[in-house]
């Protein structure tokens, strides 16, 4: 069994402030894809990044970070200098390959980020 | 280009009745999923289908049915709503149904079941 687990329920920092949501993993499987979306206030899911187990290489997209450690079984989000647009619930998930060919999607329980003026 | 396009966006229903929730891609993904998403309990799949014709059971699919007869539109149904079915109902798609591939979402349902 896989599980994804958001251990931050709710997280409120103010305005240009880092902030880092943290995403912690667990599969047998060693294969698998970590993604991150974003839902914003309005109630749509936006897919913002995905990482496969291999590569471990670090990823930056303006104020967005990710960090990806295999060894801690770990895929961390880091918003620098937060804005109020990204107030929002941030979902980590993974996407394992099972033996049969087919894989299991699994989401975590969201981190509410709340970013105050 | 719409994407992925959900109707209605909400709905109250009371214990018993029944309603049917659309969804309409116009991207020709193969798949499509129904997940639910409850407070603190993140997002949960329904059924999810593999292809025209086909439908398949996730996670909970208790009180649910679904329809799948063409390939753009992904039905999902409540034959007598419950109160536990008050939740906000997303419908995804893939081009096919593989691991790396996010999904890409609708705006979303919110039924209320009084």
């Known amino acids: 069994a896989q599980k994804v687990t958001q251990a931050q329920t709710e997280i409120s920092v103010v305005e240009k402030e880092d902030v880092t949501l943290d995403c912690v993993y667990e599969?047998?499987?060693?294969?698998?894809?970590l993604f991150w979306y974003k839902q914003p206030p309005s109630g749509e899911l936006v897919f913002l990044i995905r990482r496969n187990s291999f590569d471990e290489q670090n990823e930056i997209s303006g104020r967005y970070s990710w960090n990806f450690q295999k060894s801690t079984s770990s895929f961390n989000f880091t918003i620098t200098a937060s804005q109020v647009v990204d107030s929002a619930v941030y979902f980590c998930?993974?996407?394992?390959?099972?033996?049969?060919?087919?894989?299991?999607?699994?989401f975590g329980k969201g981190t509410k980020l709340s970013v105050i003026p | 280009n719409a994407g992925v396009t959900q109707t209605p966006k909400f709905r109250v229903l009371k214990t018993g009745q029944s309603m049917t929730l659309l969804c309409a891609q116009d991207m020709n993904h193969e798949y499509m999923y129904w997940y639910r998403q409850d407070p603190g309990m993140g997002l949960r799949l329904i059924h999810y289908s593999v292809g025209e014709g086909t439908t398949a059971k996730g996670e909970v699919p208790d009180g649910y049915n679904v329809s799948r007869l063409k390939k753009q539109n992904f039905l999902l149904g409540l034959e007598s709503a419950a109160p536990s079915q008050t939740s906000v109902y997303f419908c995804?798609?893939?081009?096919?149904?593989?691991?790396?591939?996010?999904?890409?979402f609708g705006n979303g349902t919110r039924l209320t079941v009084t």
């Open positions: 995804a798609t893939q081009p096919y149904g593989t691991a790396n591939s996010p999904l890409h």
């Open positions: 599969t047998r499987d060693t294969t698998y894809y």
């Open positions: 998930a993974l996407s394992a390959i099972s033996g049969a060919g087919s894989y299991q999607l699994t």
